[in-house]
């Protein structure tokens, strides 16, 4: 049994997700996206696609990332 580190809950299907070294643990992929996904600068929701980054900012889209002067971004998802 392991614990998520998001909700806390005690799961025995739990999986891990390393990210920048750091490990956590999760009983399910929302909890994960909750507690590591990017926001958007733009619009502030969960990047859970690819994303674009634009000089270390990231949008969930370009859309996102044109409307907030990023022009000559393309979406590469
Ligand atoms: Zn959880
Ligand atoms: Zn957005």
């Known amino acids: 049994m392991a ?3 998001s909700c806390g809950n005690e799961y025995d299907k739990t999986f891990e ?3 920048a070294g750091q490990r ?3 009983d399910s992929f929302e909890c994960a996206i909750h507690m590591l996904a990017p926001v958007c600068e733009h619009c502030g929701c969960r990047i859970v696609g690819h994303g674009v980054e634009a ?3 990231l949008y969930c889209c370009a ?3 044109a409307s907030e002067g ?3 971004l393309r ?3």
Do not use: N, P, W
């Open 63 to 65: 859309h996102c990332a």
């Open 55 to 57: 000089e270390g900012v």
């Open 3 to 5: 614990t998520c580190a």
């Open 75 to 77: 979406d590469r998802a």
């Open 17 to 19: 997700v390393i990210l």
């Open 24 to 26: 956590h643990v999760f």
């Open 70 to 72: 990023e022009k000559r």
